[in-house]
């Protein structure tokens, strides 16, 4: 293993907090931990121990191949480094109101916006941002797995927020940051560490925090996170912000092993202490009062009669549908007012549920739909083995017996996707980009 850069071991051993346990963690394998859906079909994994703050998640013993798992697709789990998973005890203490609107601003991949989507639980509406367009792309294929009907995913920079002040009861800014916590797994990581390169997330750490600021509410949350152990980074921009900001530190949940980092504000997650690669958290309330008359402008939605959706499941949770250009969609009635206020201010990747392409007759179904677990057509399914499930999930086709028309595929009950079924053979619909691109073995059973 590559040598862990000097300037970085030498702030280490001059720390109070941290100590040479830290170091020595940094060079043994990393933890694998997973989250499960509660929505979708329990996998049975050879489970070692629960994550003690976080309800559905575990460690593994070792690491499976996920991409050779069908349910791993099919959003049944979600692996996630143990420490981030945190966040789901903290959110547990925060007091927001019915309909929470959240906003995840560096959401890419999307393990902390799955989390909290569960959280949510179809109430209130997430607005899943992230800058870089590829990355959210991939965080638009990560939430629509995990299947909820009150998720937005838009790709702005930080600044675009300023356009819709006083909206969020909640940010969670998983800021981009020099990754020590990275070290561990990733050896490239190491190489790509340098003092300039800490010193300048930190000042854009800032800069993101200033961007968004206007659009917290008034007693709304701050959750601020990082994947590392640099100060500059943590501690020290939480005193910058309460030099700039009207705001106050929240108490957080106390489990085993969390250091409370040098100036009293949030907390450590260090390997070697606890079972996580590294995890630095604070919590923030907003204190400041919003001066502005201006009532935000709602944009026209062209609605769409639920008559149309008639054949969907709706397990209780209810849908409005609405249409734009020639694409039917469907979210949460309340997640739909709120994007209907901001719907020009951003850029968006993804809308509630794409449910499909507009025809004459009727709609082409989207993937969006196939994964959305209370929303979907489950009439025409046809179960899977798992060379099939395998075979789909990595484009090909092959015999599958099955009448004229668009057919919904499973595995162990749960949907993977859409084929358009053609008689003698299918057309598969699973989307190009999301597609298994190894080679797939030949023993597969
Ligand atoms: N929250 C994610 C999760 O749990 O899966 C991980 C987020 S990662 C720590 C930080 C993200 O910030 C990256 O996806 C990165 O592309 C994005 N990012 C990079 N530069 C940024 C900037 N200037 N403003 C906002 N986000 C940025």
């Known amino acids: 293993m590559s040598v862990l850069p000097t300037p970085f071991v030498e702030r280490i051993k001059s720390s109070t907090l941290f100590d040479d346990k830290l170091l020595a963690a940094l060079d043994e394998e990393a933890p694998i931990s997973i989250r499960f ?15 003690a703050w976080c309800e559905s998640a575990f460690y593994l013993k070792e690491r499976p191949s996920f991409t050779l798992d069908p349910l791993f697709h099919a959003g049944c789990y979600y692996p996630q480094e143990a420490g981030s998973m945190y966040i789901h ?49 991939i965080l638009a294929e990560n939430i629509s797995k995990w299947g909820y009907s009150n998720c937005f995913v838009t790709c702005n920079d930080p600044k675009d927020f300023k356009k819709v002040p006083n909206l969020f009861d909640l940010i ?42 206007d659009s917290i509410k008034e007693d709304g949350y701050i959750l601020y996170s990082t994947c590392t152990f640099n100060p500059a980074e ?28 040098s100036l009293n504000y949030g907390y450590y997650f260090t390997p070697g202490t606890t079972a996580t690669e590294g995890f630095y958290c604070v919590l923030l309330q907003k ?7 201006k009532k935000p402008k709602t944009n026209k939605t062209n609605f769409v009669s639920s008559q149309l959706f008639q054949s969907l499941i709706d397990e209780k949770i209810e849908h409005a549908f609405f249409e734009e250009n020639d694409n039917y969609f469907a979210a949460t009635p309340f997640s739909l007012d709120i994007y209907s206020i901001i719907d020009k201010s951003l850029f968006w990747i993804k809308r509630g549920v794409f449910v499909g392409t507009k025809q004459k007759k009727g709609f082409n179904p989207e993937i969006d739909l196939a994964l959305n ?29 099955g009448t004229i028309g668009f057919k919904l595929l499973t595995y162990k009950g749960e949907t993977l996707g859409y084929i358009k079924h053609l008689g003698n053979r299918f057309n598969n619909l699973f989307p190009k980009e999301w597609r298994i691109r190894m080679n797939l073995p030949t023993d597969i059973i």
């Open 373 to 401: 677990f209370s929303l979907r057509n489950t009439s025409e399914t046809i179960e899977l083995t798992k060379k099939e499930a395998l075979q789909y999930l990595h484009g090909d086709t092959f015999p599958l017996e």
């Open 287 to 293: 204190k400041e009062v919003f001066k502005s008359n």
């Open 172 to 213: 969670l800014i998983d800021a981009p940051c020099s990754g020590e916590g990275m070290f561990r797994k990733d050896i490239k990581a190491r190489a790509e560490w340098s003092l300039e390169n800490a010193q300048h997330c930190s000042l854009r750490q800032r800069r993101i925090i200033a961007d968004v600021w």
């Open 89 to 137: 005890s903290v959110l547990k203490t925060l007091d927001l109101p019915e309909n929470p609107v959240a906003l995840d601003l560096c959401a890419a991949p999307g393990g902390k916006s799955t989390l909290l989507t569960s959280f949510l639980d179809n109430k209130g509406i997430l607005i899943s941002n992230e800058v870089i367009r590829t990355r959210a792309n």
């Open 234 to 261: 943590n501690e020290e921009n939480v005193s910058w912000m309460l030099e700039n900001f009207d705001c106050e530190v929240c108490e957080l949940p106390l489990f085993e092993g969390m250091l409370k980092d």
């Open 37 to 51: 859906n509660t929505k979708k079909t329990l996998q049975a994994f050879n489970e070692t121990q629960s994550v």
